[in-house]
């Protein structure tokens, strides 16, 4: 991948009735990434706390990247809320 920043505003969903939270990637992780399957990355939230882990394709049509109840925690923010997610 090029060194293009990614930049998106995302709501955060739960997952089914766990205290487990995700965004849906609006992107196609094969054109931008040249992979289908998971993809390592490094995010930053809401421009303020950044996060290593992977977008994973989850049962859904997109991929996904997950929020730990700890980055949840940090930016104040819970399910329905919107966040702002960017990587390069």
């Known amino acids: ?5 990614i930049i998106f505003n995302a709501i955060i969903k739960q997952n089914g009735n766990m205290n487990a939270a995700f965004v849906e990637f ?13 993809v390592k990355i490094k995010a930053i939230f809401d421009y303020k706390v ?4 992977s977008l994973a394709k989850m049962k859904s049509d997109c991929h996904i990247l997950g929020l730990t109840q700890e980055i949840r925690k ?3 923010k819970t399910f329905g809320d919107e966040v702002s997610v960017s990587f390069n």
């Open 1 to 5: 991948m090029e060194n293009k920043e």
């Open 26 to 38: 609006p992107f196609s992780t094969e054109a931008l990434f040249h992979k289908k399957g998971q």
């Open 50 to 53: 950044e996060y290593r882990g």
């Open 74 to 76: 940090q930016l104040g």
